[in-house]
């Protein structure tokens, strides 16, 4: 099973917790929506964490142009956001998002919406 995921966020401290929470699995890093379509064409995660608000493209910019194009469409998207309003959450699922996590978030709760989204089990589950 393809377990690379490829976490998007412009805040570093974000990203370090996500490696921490998410050890088990093989971490890309980028920090803006350019460089998020860049590394998924490079290398072909079977998971995107994206931040909604970061510079050059934002998230909702990201998921449309992987949206559109047959080859990346089907990559599920796991969607962050400081903001957790309902025209932010309904703004991610009009857009194909496969799920969504308001920050901060546990690192334990990250962890099953990531191993629900890939089914993996959960240890001890």
Do not use: C, W
């Amino acid at each position: 099973m393809n377990k690379k995921i490829l976490v998007v966020d412009d805040d570093e401290t974000v990203r370090e917790l996500i490696r921490a929470a998410l050890r088990s699995y093989d971490i890309v890093e980028g920090t803006n929506g350019l460089e998020a379509l860049e590394k998924i064409s490079t290398e072909h995660p079977a998971l995107l964490l994206l931040d909604v608000m970061m510079p050059k493209m934002n998230g909702f910019e990201v998921v449309e142009a992987l949206k559109a194009n047959p080859e990346t469409a089907e990559i599920p998207i796991l969607l962050m956001s400081a903001r957790g309003d309902s025209g932010t959450l309904e703004r991610g699922q009009s857009a194909g998002v496969h799920s969504y996590i308001t920050k901060p978030f546990s690192p334990r709760a990250l962890l099953e919406k990531v191993d629900n989204i890939l089914g993996a089990q959960l240890p001890g589950g």
